[in-house]
């Protein structure tokens, strides 16, 4: 059975239990999240409690803009309101791309739901894995490839030290607060990263939030 709205609803708005440490640290050792962090008050990371629906979600959003994906989301849960697998299947893929998804991600999600459907995937062992773990798992999913992955650890797991090293927004946001605009590569990330380590996870959100202050889910 999915989860009640109002549990999922509870997962979102808990406070991560490491994030009041992970910023007083961030900020004692970076002089860019000692001036970033103060400006965002108590918000914090949020998440849903449904693996499937963050998934979904994750899905939708590849390569697109925040408020395209928001819309091409809102029509999907119009044709399915709980976003279950079974909702998903039943569905098919011209009507959820009828929603906007283009034809390989309506193909994408309804794989995703097979395997959920099918119990191909580990759900109720997630927490218990490592991050590698997780991600070697989900990229067998057509569609999921490691960003996908990572932004699963972030929302619904909430796993504290991920570096999206694909991510446009991370890579933009150390641009911004860390190279004055100039144009970075991964390993200038990787390097600037290696100070945060073990809350990777929190500086990245931080660094989306300077780049956009309303808070993205997945």
């Known amino acids: 059975m999915p989860r009640t709205n109002t549990n999922t609803a ?12 992970a910023k007083q ?10 001036k970033l962090i103060p400006k965002f008050g108590d918000l914090h990371l949020t998440g849903r409690g449904d693996p499937f629906t963050t998934l979904a979600r994750s899905i939708v959003g590849q390569q697109i803009s925040v408020k395209a994906a928001e819309t091409v989301w809102q029509r999907l849960l119009e044709e399915c309101p709980q976003c ?6 039943k569905s098919g893929d011209v009507k959820l791309a009828s929603c906007g998804l283009s034809k390989r991600k309506a193909e994408y999600i309804s794989d995703l739901a097979q395997h959920f459907k099918d119990k191909k995937v580990h759900v109720a ?3 218990e894995m490592g991050d590698e ?21 972030i929302f619904n797991l909430r796993r504290p030290d991920v570096l999206p090293l694909d991510d446009v927004g991370l890579l933009r946001g150390i ?3 860390y190279f004055s605009g100039e144009p970075v590569s991964r390993s200038d990330a990787r390097e600037v990263a290696a100070n945060w380590e073990p809350w990777r996870t929190v500086a990245t959100w931080y660094l989306w939030r300077s780049l956009d202050p309303v808070p993205v889910e997945y």
């Open 10 to 21: 509870a997962a979102a708005v808990t406070v991560p239990e490491y994030w009041e440490q």
């Open 25 to 34: 640290e961030l900020m004692k050792r970076d002089r860019i999240m000692r």
């Open 84 to 89: 279950t697998p079974a909702q998903i299947l």
């Open 125 to 127: 062992s997630w927490e």
């Open 133 to 153: 773990d997780v991600i070697a798992e989900l990229i067998q999913i057509r569609g999921i490839g490691r960003w996908t992955a990572e932004m699963f650890l």
């Open 175 to 177: 641009s911004v607060n």
